[in-house]
């Protein structure tokens, strides 16, 4: 079973506009961990922004924030006030209680138009 | 700080050739792990270790080797390489048994199977 699904291949974003990228995972474990990296054409793999099961506040780096509605088991991140460099392939993870795994989305590939 | 250093960054085999795909990591991190990334699938976990002389089975591990002598190194063998084989490759490692860690990536292996 896909354990986190981001249901938006592509999305477009004027240059200094916000934007939220969609993700939704599923986990019977009370505690597990999300994450959002960052993928631009040169093609590594940058670390964003995490959020625990049991930390109370969304989580928040810089530009970028995390909007946790635990309930409904969505993790979406929000990017607020884009810039051009932020276009590339965004990845939402999730590692689950002691586990060690990662379990990836399939991606969404964010554009910043000028 | 080299972080997780991955070689060489790009190759190309013939079907049925062998070889290995280096990785090292200088950050003491017990976990490691080996991912493909092909387009629409978000990244596949293929192999993981959680130190030295201990490898388990991802989510797609037919065809690929891996072994761990040293904290520092998890190479991945492909035996005789196919063409499904074909996919951009990431090593990754992080601290052990906590889901609040976040993977740090290599840069990436492109592999071309011909």
């Known amino acids: 079973a896909q354990k986190i699904t981001q249901t938006q291949p592509g999305m477009f974003v004027q240059e200094k506009e916000a934007v939220t990228l969609d993700c939704t995972y599923d986990?019977?474990?009370?505690?597990?961990?999300l994450f959002w990296y960052k993928q631009p054409s040169s093609g590594e793999m940058i670390f964003l922004i995490y959020?625990?099961?049991?930390?109370?506040q969304n989580a928040t780096e810089g530009r970028y924030s995390l909007n946790f509605q635990k309930a409904r088991k969505s993790a979406n991140l929000v990017i607020s006030a884009s810039q051009l460099g932020d276009s590339a392939m965004y990845f939402c993870a999730m590692r689950e209680g002691e586990g060690n795994d990662m379990r990836f989305g399939a991606g969404t590939r964010l554009t910043v138009k000028p | 700080n080299a972080g997780v250093t991955q070689t060489p960054k790009f190759q190309v085999l013939k079907t049925g050739q062998s070889m290995t795909l280096q990785c090292a990591q200088d950050?003491?991190?017990?976990?490691m792990s080996w991912y493909r990334q092909d387009p629409g699938m978000g990244l596949r976990l293929i192999h993981y270790s959680v130190g030295a002389g201990i490898t388990d089975q991802g989510e797609v591990p037919n065809g690929y080797n891996v072994s761990r002598s040293t904290t520092e190194d998890f190479p991945l063998r492909l035996l005789s390489a196919a063409p499904s084989q074909t996919s951009v490759y990431f090593c990754a490692s992080s601290y052990l048994q906590n889901s609040n860690q976040p993977q740090h990536f290599g840069d990436g292996t492109r592999l071309s199977i011909l």
């Open positions: 986990t019977s474990d009370p505690s597990y961990g």
């Open positions: 950050m003491n991190h017990e976990y």
């Open positions: 959020q625990g099961s049991y930390d109370q």
